[in-house]
């Protein structure tokens, strides 16, 4: 529960401060439904145990790679969807993203075999 807190403390300033002062820039607004988002997706995943082999991470370590691989990830991908759907639909409602730019998270977003190779892309570069 440690590293959810400041998350929660976070958001209840942000309450208060909207309920204070009635309205948040775009900015603020964008980062708090973000901050929601990434608060619910933490109290809903579970964490698992990293169980590597001493002779890997000293490997891994070694040549100054990752010690989790992607493939290492135990991930959900419904949940991985739903989150990312979650987050296209901030981004394309505070127009952080060109039209075109918006379909296409879309198209990600709406096909989990996507979205898999592309999480596998940006997590491995």
Partial sequence: MQCQEP???ILRRLDEWKEKDGS???FVELYSQLLRLQAEVKSAAPVSKLNL???VIADRLKRGVSLLTFDDLVLH???VQNLFQAVTTVIIEHSVAT???GESLREV???IPLLQQT???WYDH
């Fill in 119 to 121: 999480a596998r892309a």
């Fill in 99 to 101: 039209l075109q730019e």
């Fill in 53 to 55: 082999p001493g002779a």
């Fill in 7 to 9: 998350d929660s403390k």
């Fill in 24 to 26: 948040f820039s775009t």
């Fill in 109 to 111: 977003a709406s096909d």
């Fill in 77 to 79: 991908w419904t949940r």
